[in-house]
């Protein structure tokens, strides 16, 4: 380099690994960005194991589709994906992942192992990637993946320093597996680190793993936001009800399902509020908004119920792309959203005053 000149092009392996801390913050977003792969995968039971909540193994076992030899070795490549082959299939993306960064991202801040088969393939494939460098070989395996993430950040010793206490990370890790319990109820998970269950939720309905995360004192109390199949257990005279949230969300083309809280429940948080948006865990404000309207003077102000609410829409109207980890969600016509999802809580909460003995739990 001569003395004229200080710019420079930056060795892929440092873009790598800068690029690698806006996806991998912590290790939950670890376990976020492999369960989603395992659930694009179409898994259908999940495990997670750590070891110190994660900063020494993170690994995660799917029964899902796995992967070709050919697939394995450029999956870890930046950009390589399955799910996303032009800019207008964005538009209307219905797996979690499409950036095709995660496995990138990860692989170049840990010791990292694949051991994955095909249904299709009699064996099956081990990656082993460590500072850049790949071995491939025939392994015995189940059908499925398993991605195990060593010594996360070994070779990053500002991130490394910048994790927190075990009890923190993996509270944060805790939180992110809630939210996709809640997520996929037909899935099966279980998380455990050094060995002790942390969380289970067997592959059940929604109702049951409201169950198994928000605990049975919250899940007595939930009421089931109304919807065809449930006329029977209201009967005609309550038809009126469970017609107008039809109406309202057949008219905006959006599907609302779950459950919501008695009024007699409410806590000073929004820790219970659970908004799943075409099966992707979020967080929005406008959503929170919204069920403070629909409980209106029923809850005391600054209190907040508990709820999970699966709303599908149209990819269209949802712009999942706004943030690389993908909690963000922006919806197109916010105050409409706003408007539905309210009134269909303050319908639901009517309905359930007319009809007082039904409750979710029974
Ligand atoms: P993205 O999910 O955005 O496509 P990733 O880096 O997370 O990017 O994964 C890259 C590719 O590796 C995926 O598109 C998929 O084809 C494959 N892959 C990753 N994890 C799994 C898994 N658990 N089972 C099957 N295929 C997987
Ligand atoms: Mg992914």
């Known amino acids: 380099m001569s003395k004229e000149s200080s710019i420079h092009v930056l060795d892929q392996d440092t873009i790598n690994k800068i ?9 939950a977003s670890v376990v976020k960005e492999l369960v989603d792969n395992a659930i694009d995968a ?17 690994s995660v076992r799917d029964d899902g589709k796995g992967m070709s030899r050919e697939d394995v070795i450029l999956s870890p490549t930046k950009h390589a994906t399955s799910k996303l082959s032009t800019i207008t299939d964005l538009e209307s993306i ?38 850049g460098k790949q071995e491939i070989t025939d392994v015995g395996a189940p059908d499925g993946t398993t991605v195990s993430v060593h010594t996360l950040f070994y070779n990053t010793p500002a991130r490394l320093k ?51 995360i928000l605990g049975h004192e919250a899940a007595r109390v939930m009421m089931e936001i109304p919807s065809d199949h449930m006329e029977s257990q209201f009967g005609e005279n309550k038809k009126e009800a469970i017609d107008q949230i039809k109406s309202l969300t057949d008219y905006a083309d959006i599907e609302i399902s779950g459950y919501i809280s008695k009024p007699t429940f409410s806590k000073t948080t929004t820790d219970n509020l659970y908004f799943i948006v075409n099966n ?24 907040y119920p508990a709820a999970v609410i699966h709303l599908k829409i149209n990819p269209t109207e949802v712009d999942v792309n706004v943030h ?13 959203l706003v408007r539905i999802v309210s009134d269909v809580i303050e319908t639901t909460l009517r309905l359930y005053e007319l009809a ?7």
Do not use: C, Q
């Open 42 to 58: 179409g898994a259908k039971n999940i495990r997670v194991e750590l070891k110190d909540s994660g900063k020494t193994l993170i």
């Open 324 to 336: 690389p980890r993908k909690v963000e969600v922006r919806f197109k016509d916010e105050n409409r």
């Open 356 to 362: 007082p003995k039904v409750t979710a739990a029974e």
């Open 19 to 27: 690029a690698a801390g806006e996806v991998v913050e912590r290790p």
């Open 94 to 131: 219905s797996t979690m992942g499409f950036r095709g960064e995660a496995l990138a991202a990860i692989s170049s801040v840990s010791k990292f192992e694949i051991i994955t088969k095909r249904k299709e393939d009699s064996t099956g494939t081990r990656l082993y990637l460590e500072d």
């Open 162 to 212: 910048y994790m927190k206490s075990d009890a923190t990370e993996l509270s944060h890790i805790a939180g992110m597996v809630s939210d996709l319990i809640l997520a996929n109820p037909a899935i099966s998970f279980t998380l455990t680190n050094n060995g002790k269950t942390i969380l289970s939720g067997a592959s059940s309905n929604l109702f049951n793993s409201i169950v198994d």
């Open 280 to 303: 992707r865990p979020v967080t929005s404000k406008e959503l929170i908004k919204a069920i403070r309207l629909g409980y209106y003077t029923k809850l005391p102000k600054d209190r």
